[in-house]
């Protein structure tokens, strides 16, 4: 469904949604819409419920509804689209088939980086910082891989309530590759109602409020600031009369 806001949802995902019969999500999601979709049946569900919700859509579509499950941003990214897929490739065959589209979305690295100016003309790694699904250890060779690797970093699940101390672990690992002076960007409920943005740096990122609702942006060392934007350079700048020893 996009990052919120009606206007960044996909035609695609707008016709999906218009021609369903019952939409799922998580209770968030739903409210944001239920004024677009009126006269649909809404069943939502809360975190942590994904499995059952995932299992009820299909058994509803089996049932022979059309169903939506929706995921903010775009559904193969840390949404329901590969649960879904290994939902059903688990179902013990001759229950009923039932055809499946996963339409893509903007999702919450694109709506924050559109917020922040162009921190993503070049490579990027994006990492959530939640460990509940992922072991931490792992998250931390991430982290590592992409600071040696000089990637920007996306941040996204960065900071829960009950989880605090991630982001700070993650800003003291990406300062063994880059500068304190390094472009950040926080952008919080990018492209949903009103987008709080923030810019400032790798020493000062967390003096600022940083929760689950918002997508942290770390520049690496081609990344500039200047006025309100941070940009990430690709290159293009570069003079071209200057030729590299292979091309002599
Ligand atoms: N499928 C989603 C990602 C889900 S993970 C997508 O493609 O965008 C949820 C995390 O994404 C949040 O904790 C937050 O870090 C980030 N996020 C999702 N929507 C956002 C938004 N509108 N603004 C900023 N961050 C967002």
């Given at each position: 469904m996009g990052p919120g806001d009606a206007v960044q949802m996909t035609g695609r995902a707008r016709e999906a949604l218009s021609v369903s019969d019952v939409i799922f999500g998580y209770r968030t999601y739903l409210k944001l819409l239920r004024e677009e979709f009126p006269g649909k049946e809404l069943r939502e569900s809360g975190m942590m419920k994904e499995v059952e919700r995932c299992r009820d859509a299909i058994r509803t579509a089996v049932s022979g509804r059309k169903v939506a499950l929706v995921s903010s941003g775009d559904a193969g990214v840390y949404g329901m689209a590969g649960l879904v897929l290994e939902l059903l490739r688990d179902r013990k065959g001759g229950e009923g088939e039932i055809d499946l589209e996963i339409v893509p979305g903007v999702s919450a690295a694109q709506a924050a980086a559109s917020l922040l100016g162009a921190p993503l003309m070049n490579d990027y790694a994006l990492i959530s910082l939640?460990?509940?699904?992922?072991p931490w250890e792992t998250i931390v060779r991430r982290l590592h891989g992409a600071g040696a690797g000089d990637f920007v970093v996306v941040l996204i699940n960065p900071r829960s309530r009950s989880r605090r101390e991630q982001i700070v672990e993650a800003k003291r690992i990406l300062l063994e590759y880059r500068e304190g002076k390094t472009p950040v960007g926080i952008v919080r409920?990018?492209?949903?109602g009103e987008s709080g943005v923030v810019l400032t740096d790798l020493d000062r990122m967390l003096d600022h409020e940083i929760d689950m609702l918002t997508t942290v942006i770390v520049g690496n060392s081609e990344t500039i600031r200047f006025g309100d934007v941070m940009v990430t350079k690709?290159?293009?700048?570069?003079?071209?009369?200057?030729?590299t020893k292979n091309e002599k």
């Open positions: 939640s460990d509940l699904l992922t409920s990018a492209l949903r690709r290159g293009y700048g570069k003079d071209k009369n200057v030729k």
